[in-house]
C-alpha cells in the first residue's frame, strides 16, 4: 500500500497487489489522507501488507506526506516505512523527521 503514485509505474517487478489512497484537498494544498490510509490498512489486514511508500517530494499544490504519523501507523502495525527523500535532503524540517 502506497500514499503516493511515484512507485507505482517503477514496481512492476512483483506481484504484489498495488492500492493506492488519494489525498485530502485542503481547499490551497493536497495533503496525506491518514484516515483513509489507516482504513485500509484496518481493511486488508495488516498482515496483508508488505510496505507503506510515502514521498517528500512533490509539485506544488501536493505537500510532501506526513512522514511523521505514517512513521506511526506503521511502527503499530509492524509495516515497514519506505520514504523516496530524494528532494527533501534539502529541507532540514523533513531531514528532521528521520532523525
Keep these: 500500500m502506497y500514499n503516493n503514485k511515484w512507485i507505482y509505474s517503477n514496481n512492476n517487478w512483483s506481484n504484489y497487489k498495488k492500492n493506492t489512497e488519494n489525498n485530502n484537498n485542503n481547499n490551497y ?39 511523521e504519523s505514517l512513521s506511526l501507523i506503521c511502527k503499530e502495525n509492524n509495516i515497514f516505512h519506505v520514504v523516496n527523500n530524494a528532494y527533501g535532503i534539502q529541507c532540514t524540517k523533513i531531514v528532521d523527521y528521520f532523525k
Design 29 to 67: 494544498e493536497l495533503i496525506t489522507n491518514i484516515e483513509k490510509i489507516t482504513t485500509k490498512i484496518n481493511e486488508l489486514g495488516k498482515e496483508n501488507i508488505l510496505c507503506i511508500f510515502s514521498t517528500t517530494s512533490c509539485f506544488a499544490p501536493r505537500n510532501y506526506d506526513d512522514i
